[in-house]
Each structure stands twice: as structure tokens, then as C-alpha cells.
């Protein structure tokens, strides 16, 4: 599985991104799917995930409200809507998936095999 993230950029601190995420080879709507970001000097830290493909999402609770996580099986992508952007939401943000993840571990990096090449967002506040 290869993933490709993109759509990151400079925004000002109340705006709005929209990352995407597509993925290609032995993918499967089966698959959990996340997303994780890492600020300068921070560990890569749990942003959204959805747990395969019939379960509702997950969100760490720094943005949830803000963030929303959608999937596209048809088009094997993986969006991540974010409004109302903080400067602490500046970071490079990460795209993942997993074809063995259960459901406690989704928020840990861990858990999954597969890794986008990360796309970084930039919020000036």
C-alpha cells in the first residue's frame, strides 16, 4: 500500500484545509485509515481515524468540532477537513493505514503498517 498525501499550505488562524490522502496497491475499504501530525520538537501524536469502514470516526479531543475525517472508497481516499485552524494546529500531518489494527490502538502510531509522506501545514496566527 502507498499513500500520498497532499493539500496542506499556509493559512491564516481561523481558516480552513482540506488534507487528502489517496492510497494505491493491495488497498481494501476494510482497511483503518488515520491521520497524525508532528510539530517541530513533538512527538507524531493522534489526530483522526476511522476504524475500518463501518465504524464512526475517531478524533483526539484537541480537535474534534474542528476536524472531520471522511473516506471515499470509491477513489481509495481519505479526507481531513480542518476549520477553525489554531497556530497550535501548525505541523506536518501524516496520512496511515492499517490492514490489522484493532480498535484500542488506533491512536497509536504503532498500529499501523503503512505511512504518506507526511504534508505540512502551516497556520500564522
Known amino acids: 500500500v502507498q499513500l500520498q498525501a497532499s493539500g496542506g499550505g499556509l493559512v491564516q488562524a481561523g481558516g480552513s484545509l482540506r488534507l487528502s490522502c489517496t492510497a494505491s496497491?493491495?488497498?481494501?475499504?476494510?482497511?483503518?485509515v488515520g491521520w497524525f501530525r508532528q510539530a517541530p520538537g513533538k512527538e507524531r501524536e493522534f489526530v483522526a481515524a476511522?476504524?475500518?469502514?463501518?465504524?464512526?470516526?475517531y478524533y483526539d479531543t484537541s480537535v474534534k468540532g474542528r476536524f472531520t475525517i471522511s473516506r471515499d472508497n470509491a477513489k481509495n481516499t481519505v479526507y481531513l477537513q480542518m476549520n477553525v485552524l489554531t497556530a497550535e494546529d501548525t505541523a506536518v500531518y501524516y496520512c496511515?493505514?492499517?490492514?490489522?489494527?484493532?480498535?484500542?490502538?488506533?491512536?497509536?502510531?504503532?498500529?499501523?503498517?503503512?505511512w504518506g509522506q507526511g504534508t505540512q501545514v502551516t497556520v500564522s496566527s
Open positions: 496497491g493491495s488497498t481494501s475499504s476494510r482497511d483503518t
Open positions: 476511522f476504524f475500518r469502514s463501518n465504524h464512526s470516526p
Open positions: 496511515a493505514a492499517s490492514k490489522r489494527a484493532i480498535l484500542s490502538s488506533i491512536t497509536s502510531r504503532s498500529a499501523y503498517e503503512y
